[in-house]
């Protein structure tokens, strides 16, 4: 038997059940990256089976309807299954069928098995097939297929340890019977694959066959490899498309048979009555639209109100324990690093765990009852008039959560002019990093009173600045599309999931890998821009800072120390590297009624946008001017405008600042995702250019209309 893990890939259809399986079979034991030398996203995590020494490695390889990709990360499936030396290659594959829909799905099964891997048939959804008068024989379809099928129910966990023991009994076989192609070529394909098998030195028929197919696509193939196999289709005139018209409908043939064995009919097969009322109302022309703005309402009330009190407590406590940490640890500069430098960062994004963890919780349990796919059928027609598609609601939403992996997300877009304008507008969804600056400034200048009895302000609020990401993003869409030529016709299909219960697990389990991931991935930049910000602030050029302080003391000899504390760490402050830098941009961000300190968050938030709160917190601990003030949100509520003498956070400059963040580029994360999708940086260049300009506008205009 080999030594070392087994690796198992899973291959499905979208919304088989692929996703669901992956996480009951690996539970926490996952990880995520990308697949070796693309940009796309990979999944993989880790199983034991009863009776085998060695874990089992589980890959996710992207969804598929077949091996033949209408989409960038489609191309991933072939280029690793037609590739024993690719890393992620698999001793044995798990096909996801979903059984209320088995004819389509095992089109797909037919062709990996031709691939000659050890494969095993995952039965989903029968369930949901028996909600259709539909029973599906596993038996039979085992026999006439030959590979072993597992009936499992996804969702529950059922039938998981059958599926286990069928991938070791197949993992176990030391002799392989002779493929049973399910396809057979003909004519001068027999010849073809003859030389192309010769050539590479390939065993297997179809694998030869996609050499032929799909050269282009694979990443293992050099140059002359790919010349060479376009020689041999001119020198047998093969015809590529005709090929894969002849071949699916051979499939076809084969497979209906098998179906009409294995499926048995007890009635109408029809979606299920809920099913089809829900969707009389959520696919609606007017109420689809109502229901999916009184869905965000409702997530975005519920932020503020289940988090608002779990967010204080945390705020409290983390303002506390620096303190804490100062009484407890010698004075001197490693106290004030640790305190007031990164302690002080890091808090201003802990506080706001619990906004982003109920976030992720509502927009997981959106996805996991089958809701998120009625509004991107319903969004197609909106979307149309400004350029783009049904399909670019998920990397819009996606945003929602991060602009990252949306922006990876529009790989499913089959059409290059839709996915770059998707690309170019996904940075205005307020992504999570947007939460604590939001929920901040709201908490600031708006007040927690109640409309109707039901609504907050606040979160109404939170609401519209949502809503205007979402409407700064059709705007640019449609404006960038008369710049932009259009140079072929788009498409939007999508196949329906069935609606389900939200398994609370599985809910639990995005939160907590989103939260995890905001967490140490925000808190490894804060960090490192905590001590920088912090050696900037606590240092400066020449004796700038100690005549600073000097000057301070001499002229406050009688006031209390209290005052004197606050008065020179301000003067430092000022007189640091970072307060010089500040002093040195604030010329042009004043029209938007920011000072020098703002500036330096400003910046710094281009590294993340979460880092503006724990660098504010940052700054105003070491300026000294709220000593007294433990937490973030009072921090600033107390800082004082050098220029009036009154609050510093007014109305005006919070909405101010509510604007920029609204249409800013989100970060610098950003612009490299943008630079790797587009394969230049013509388009991250424009990216940034235009939103900051819109950034700036829209800042400029809220200052000077509140002011």
């Known amino acids: 038997m080999k030594q070392g893990n087994i690796k198992v890939a899973l291959v499905g259809n979208p919304n088989a059940g692929k996703s669901t399986l992956f996480n009951a079979l690996t539970g926490l034991r996952q990880k995520t990256g990308n697949f070796p030398g693309v940009t796309v996203e990979k999944k993989s995590g880790t199983f034991r089976i009863s009776g085998l020494e060695t874990q089992v490695t589980l890959v996710d390889l992207p969804g598929t309807y077949s091996i033949y990709p209408k989409s960038r990360d489609e191309t991933v499936v072939m280029d690793i299954l037609a590739n024993p030396a690719h890393p992620d290659f698999p001793d044995v594959i798990v096909v996801v069928v979903d059984a209320s829909n088995l004819q389509r799905n095992l089109l797909l099964f037919t062709e990996i098995n031709d691939l000659g891997i050890p494969t095993v048939i995952a039965l989903n959804m029968l369930d949901v097939a028996l909600s259709m008068n539909l029973t599906v024989s596993a038996v039979q379809l085992a026999m006439q297929l030959g590979v072993p099928v597992a009936r499992i129910n996804a969702r529950t966990g059922e039938g998981i340890n059958h599926l286990q023991e069928a991938i070791k009994q197949v993992f176990a076989i030391k002799e392989r ?186 927009v997981s349990i959106l996805e996991e009852s089958g809701y998120m796919a009625r509004v991107m059928v319903i969004m197609d027609k909106l979307m149309r008039r400004f350029g783009l598609n049904g399909r670019s609601v998920v990397p819009l939403i996606s945003g929602v959560a991060c602009a990252v992996p949306a922006i990876m997300t529009t790989r499913s877009i089959s059409s290059r002019y839709e996915r770059l304008l998707t690309i170019l507008v996904t940075p205005l969804m307020s992504c999570s990093a947007r939460l604590p600056i939001y929920t901040i400034l709201i908490a600031l200048v708006v007040p927690s009173t109640q409309v109707l009895g039901v609504f907050s302000v606040q979160g109404l609020v939170l609401f519209g600045l949502y809503f205007l990401g979402l409407i700064g ?222 950034a700036y506008a829209s800042a400029f205009a809220a200052y000077q209309l509140l002011s």
């Open 473 to 694: 993003a059709l705007g640019s869409a449609w404006l960038l599309s008369l710049f932009i030529p259009r140079k072929e016709r788009s498409y939007f299909m999508l196949e329906m999931p069935s609606y389900k219960l939200p398994r609370l697990g599985h809910v639990g389990f995005a939160m907590y890998e989103s939260v995890k991931s905001f967490v140490l991935e925000a808190g490894k930049v804060i960090m490192a821009i905590s001590i920088i910000l912090w050696v900037l602030a606590s240092y400066g050029p020449g004796d700038r800072m100690q005549d600073a302080e000097n000057k301070v003391l001499t002229e406050m000899g009688a006031a209390s120390q209290e005052q004197i504390d606050a008065a020179v760490g301000s003067a430092r402050l000022e007189n640091s590297y970072a307060g010089q830098f500040g002093h040195f941009i604030e010329p042009v961000i004043k029209p938007l009624g920011y000072d020098w300190k703002i500036g330096i968050a400003l910046l710094a938030s281009f590294a993340a946008r979460e880092v503006f709160v724990g660098t504010m917190a940052t700054i105003y601990s070491i300026s000294g001017d709220s000593e007294d003030v433990p937490t973030v949100k009072q921090r600033l509520s107390q800082e004082k405008n050098p220029d009036t003498g009154g609050q510093m956070f007014t109305t005006a400059v919070c909405y101010s600042l509510l604007m920029f963040y609204v249409f800013a580029m989100m970060c610098m994360s950003t612009i490299a995702v943008v630079y790797r999708e587009t394969h230049g940086w013509k388009w991250p260049l424009i990216q940034l250019a235009y939103l900051m300009a819109l």
């Open 177 to 362: 019977p002779a493929i049973q192609y399910f396809y057979q070529p003909k004519g001068v394909e027999i010849e073809l694959i003859n030389e192309v098998k010769h050539i590479y030195n390939l065993d297997n028929d179809y694998v030869a066959l996609q050499y032929v197919c799909q050269h282009d696509n694979f990443s293992f193939l050099q140059q002359p490899a790919r010349t060479k196999l376009d020689e041999l289709i001119e020198k047998y005139s093969f015809d590529e498309h005709h090929f894969l018209v002849s071949e699916t409908i051979a499939r076809y043939d084969k497979i209906k048979p098998i179906v009409s064995k294995a499926v048995k009919s007890a009635g109408v097969t029809e979606p299920p009555y809920w099913t089809r009322k829900l969707d009389s109302i959520l696919l609606h022309r007017v109420w689809g639209y109502i229901i999916f703005a009184m869905v965000l309402l409702l997530i975005f009330q519920a932020i503020f109100a289940w988090a608002t009190f779990l967010s204080d407590f945390l705020d409290a406590s983390a303002a506390q324990g620096i303190e804490w940490v100062k009484s407890v640890l010698p004075e001197g500069v490693l106290n004030d690093l640790i305190t007031d430098g990164i302690l002080t960062g890091i808090a201003g994004i802990i506080v706001f765990v619990p906004q982003i963890a109920i976030l992720f919780a509502l």
